[in-house]
């Protein structure tokens, strides 16, 4: 059977690292042959690129096929977004970004945004994308709106990778970060106005991570101390990443609600900075002191 690559859907996987991937190839290697199939619709590859690729570096190594059947390319990417979000070592824009292609396929796979003349016609297909909202904000545990928050970033998203290919996976995994607010702002803009904008952005945050550099680079180096082991750092650092996001999410898509709850933001946000000074005191009070 002859294997081909999608381009939607493989910019759909998350990437792995560089060693993550060495760490596989490795792992085949040793066992001689691809042990998980790779998983192809009619001969597109919907699970299983990493392996290819390695499979068309090392043609000698036995591998197997397994055939999914999928009533449409919508349901083919819902699969392929569903397959993906089981999987733990996504950072919060992948997962933002695999939900809103979810809701984007699972429109593709009913016919899209069916609509008649008729009134009523109109009512039941908005019912009908209520549903599949309500559907896929109580399968994640999040709200409606922001399911749709995220079907706005990956529609973003996947403007800037057709304008600039290979952007896209930078935007998701961080590589290059523009505010969501930025990414979303795209699809309102005019098709002749896009190019531009993206260009435009990029540019912006490689200037200002330029000027952080030389910032950086003036100051007088220290010797520093490890004060707590890799393992915890990652994890403080995941949850300050999941904590700023949470935020991000709900100013941006529940602008209502936080409106009528300003005293209520103001006093969580507050008892998060206590919480935060509070573990520095307790933890790190000699670090930031200037030696004598």
């Known amino acids: 059977m002859e294997i081909k690559v999608d381009h939607e859907f493989e ?31 009619n001969g597109t590859i919907v699970d299983g690129h990493n392996r290819y690729h390695i499979l068309k570096d090392h043609p000698e190594l036995k591998y197997s096929v ?14 392929i977004c569903r397959n993906q979000l089981g999987r733990r070592n996504l950072t919060p824009l992948q997962k933002k970004y695999l939900i809103g292609l979810q809701y984007k396929a699972q429109k593709m796979s009913h016919g899209g ?40 970033y990956a529609e973003g998203v996947t403007f800037a990778d057709s304008i600039r290919p290979g952007l896209g996976k930078k935007l998701t995994t961080g590589e290059i970060k523009l505010t969501q607010g930025c990414v979303e702002r795209i699809t309102k803009l005019p098709e002749g106005e896009r190019g531009p904008y993206i ?47 949470t935020w991000e999410d709900i100013f941006e898509s529940e602008e209502k609600w936080v409106d009528e709850h300003q005293a209520l933001c103001v006093y ?20 930031f002191e200037d030696d004598d």
């Open 11 to 41: 910019m759909n996987i998350p990437p792995l690292t560089n060693e993550e991937f060495r760490n596989l190839e490795q792992s085949i290697l040793a066992a001689g042959e691809i042990i998980s199939p790779i998983i192809v619709w």
């Open 66 to 79: 397994k055939e999914m059947d999928f009533a449409d390319r919508g349901e083919a990417l819902f699969w």
């Open 113 to 152: 945004d069916r609509r008649s003349a008729a009134e009523s016609s109109d009512k039941n297909d908005h019912l009908k994308h209520q549903t599949t909202r309500q559907r896929l904000a109580r399968g994640h545990g999040v709200s409606e709106a922001y399911v749709q928050n995220c079907a706005d």
């Open 199 to 245: 260009e435009k952005a990029v540019a912006g945050i490689s200037a200002l991570g330029e000027k952080r550099k030389k910032a950086v680079s003036k100051k007088p180096k220290r010797i520093i101390k490890p004060l707590i082991d890799d393992e915890t750092a990652i994890a403080l650092q995941t949850a300050l990443e999941d904590f700023t996001a």
């Open 268 to 287: 969580l946000i507050g008892s998060c900075v206590k919480s935060l000074e509070m573990f520095n005191m307790m933890y790190f009070a000699d670090f």
